[in-house]
């Protein structure tokens, strides 16, 4: 079992603590080869295999492949965050904890005053996370309930309903790439489709 940071930015921190969020997406790094139709894990290492219509197909295997999370890993939650007054820097001292305050709190005002979320230290953070499960799909594969589990805000009623949108998506995926996924990473992010981590979590006490 590892303990590792993981980053969430204000809605998805607030989807977390309402129990609506039990799932997260993170793009696998290096990307399997454009041939790839599969990926499967091996203890901490992955592998990426498919056809190729040239003939010979693809199989990557390379130890420098890691998986960063394991089914029993502990993650602890990044967010923007400030100390008041003098305590107000990133390397203060575990005893200044009491006096974290998360942007969140406060509604997000004053954003300025706090710190990147990749700056928050492990004894400031208030959230845990204990990994259920972990597995490799393409981005664009996301199904209604797993949108749902990503924290996009819709009731279960809502799952399957059909979008507008033109490319046909269902409105939990339509509302998962544009409320989710496009503000980090961009349309372009979308469009690419890429091959991701899919990681199933609980919150555990902290």
């Known amino acids: 079992m590892k303990e ?24 696998i790094k290096p990307q399997p080869d454009h041939r790839t139709t599969r990926v499967s894990i091996c203890r901490d290492q992955w592998m990426g295999n498919g056809p190729s219509g040239n003939g010979a197909g693809t199989a990557q295997w390379d130890p420098r492949r890691k998986s960063p999370f394991a089914v029993g890993d ?69 199904s209604d309930a797993d949108a749902i589990a990503e924290g996009i805000g819709l009731n279960e009623s809502a799952a399957g309903v059909p979008s507008t949108n033109p490319s046909g998506e269902t409105l939990p995926v339509a509302t998962f790439r544009r409320g989710v996924w496009e503000p980090i990473y961009g349309a372009e992010g979308w469009e690419a489709n890429p091959w991701v981590w899919v990681v199933e979590f609980r919150r555990i006490d902290a």
């Open 74 to 142: 502990r993650l602890w939650v990044r967010q923007t965050w400030r100390l008041p007054g003098i305590f107000n820097a990133p390397t203060v001292c575990t005893f200044a904890r009491s006096l974290v305050r998360h942007a969140l709190d406060n509604g997000n005002k004053g954003a300025s005053q706090y710190h990147r979320a990749m700056l928050m230290p492990r004894w400031a953070s208030r959230i845990l996370l204990e990994v259920v499960s972990v597995r490799a799909e393409r981005l664009q594969d996301i």
């Open 4 to 27: 590792l940071p993981i980053s969430f930015n204000a809605p998805m921190v607030r989807a977390i603590l309402a129990g609506a969020k039990t799932q997260t997406r993170r793009i």
